[in-house]
């Protein structure tokens, strides 16, 4: 399963076989076994993580505190904003989405938990590098090419949210916040995701800004966080 990645989320035969290292008819017997389990999917003439692998991962963040905390802030900041709204958790370079409330509206832009991003682009990975030492010290690590200008970084801590127009996909739009917890460390953020249509640059401050920081601001405070000074 270590084989794939964001980048390269479809393989070979021949490349899992290489990557894992194992005998070419171990690595035949177990793709077929995984495939019939669900936990990989045949992508044409390759393989792709299954749908089974998600179903483990939701069971998997069930009792974190952090996605217990954010529910009931999650469904109303869909309600307030009639967008999606999605909970990302880090790991290494990569964001993943850890749970969601999905938007009413017919036309909308909706993340299944599970779906793995990178830290460079969207929204949330920026809140991710500019509030979280280790964030960027990772990313810095494995693609230095991809670090953002620090003067990016310390607009987004002094506003307390970050926004993303067309960045990761066409037509998607994103505005994201970091929540805390009672340590005052950063251990997932909170945003929105919409089409571009509705969410852009003359839209993101006066009417979506303002719910997001405060979703994340009540998760905080769910999971302990005591802001220190003026808000």
Not at 118 to 134: N, R, T
Not at 144 to 155: F, I, Y
Request: net charge negative.
């Amino acid at each position: 399963m270590d084989c794939f990645t964001v980048e390269e989320p479809t393989l070979s035969l021949s490349a899992i076989r290489k990557r894992a290292g194992l005998p070419e008819s171990t690595t035949q017997r177990l793709v077929q076994n995984l495939v019939s389990e669900g936990f990989l999917d045949r992508d044409g003439s390759g393989y792709r993580i299954g749908l089974g692998v998600a179903r483990w991962a939701i069971n998997a963040t069930q009792g974190l505190d952090v996605i217990q905390a954010s529910r009931p802030m999650l469904q109303t900041l869909r309600e307030q904003t009639q967008e999606s709204s999605v909970l990302y958790v880090r790991w290494r370079q990569y964001r993943t989405v850890v749970a969601t409330a999905r938007s009413p509206r017919a036309i909308s832009r909706v993340l299944e938990v599970g779906t793995v991003m990178p830290l460079h682009l969207g929204s949330a990975g920026k809140v991710f590098l500019a509030f979280d030492e280790f964030a960027r010290q990772e990313l810095l690590t494995v693609a230095p090419e991809e670090a953002l200008p620090a003067e990016l970084l310390d607009q987004i801590r002094t506003q307390g949210w970050a926004s993303s127009f067309e960045e990761r996909e066409p037509e998607v739009a994103s505005v994201s916040s970091p929540v805390f917890d009672h340590h005052g460390n950063v251990v997932a953020v909170v945003g929105i995701v919409a089409p571009f249509s509705r969410l852009n640059e003359a839209t993101a401050v006066p009417g979506y800004t303002e719910p997001v920081v405060e979703c994340a601001a009540l998760i905080s405070a769910a999971l302990g966080f005591e802001r220190i000074g003026p808000s």
